[in-house]
């Protein structure tokens, strides 16, 4: 096989994760219309830049071997690009994972016990706003009573 179809067969994975990343993106952009945090998008945005970067750089690497064959590179020059791309590729990860993860708790979408919030099971509940009231009649069901002894009649003392 050419080194032009390994580096094809080695993008299919990114381009996998840059169908995933569009569809987030897009999810994330009309989510934005609804008051999702726009740090989401920033972090979609970020995620699919660097994907297309990782493909480009992939068909990029292939001419490698020339770098060197041409006398303009040596092992350590190639190996200080090959650092810097690494970088570039890692910090942005970092930081559109960071960005998910601050659009996440800014959301308030994580569980958390609200203590205080319901009101008693014998308290009747009131109408909500925009909602009309209750019917007319309904109470809601009564608890259950405590079935009590029977008292005897008093006696009367002997005259």
């Known amino acids: 096989m050419s080194p032009f179809a390994f580096a094809s ?3 299919i ?4 994760q840059l169908a995933v990343g569009l569809l987030g993106l897009i999810v994330s952009v009309k989510g934005r219309a609804r008051g999702v945090s726009g740090l989401m998008v920033a972090a979609f945005a970020i995620m699919l830049a660097t994907t297309v970067l990782a493909i480009v750089w992939q068909f990029v690497a ?15 020059g190639i190996r200080t690009i090959y650092l810097a791309v690494a970088l570039v590729f890692d910090i942005a990860s970092l930081l559109s994972w960071l960005l998910v993860a601050i659009a996440v708790v800014k959301s308030g979408r994580f569980s958390r016990p609200q203590q205080g919030f319901a009101p008693p099971a014998s308290y009747p509940m009131g109408g909500q706003p925009g909602y009309p009231a209750a019917q007319p009649g309904y109470a809601p069901p009564a608890p259950p009573q ?13 005259s």
């Open 9 to 11: 067969i080695e993008t």
């Open 13 to 16: 994975p990114l381009v996998l």
């Open 146 to 158: 405590q079935a009590q002894q029977p008292t005897p009649p008093a006696q009367q003392p002997p």
């Open 62 to 76: 292939l001419n490698v071997p020339d770098w060197s064959e041409s006398g303009g590179l040596s092992i350590d």
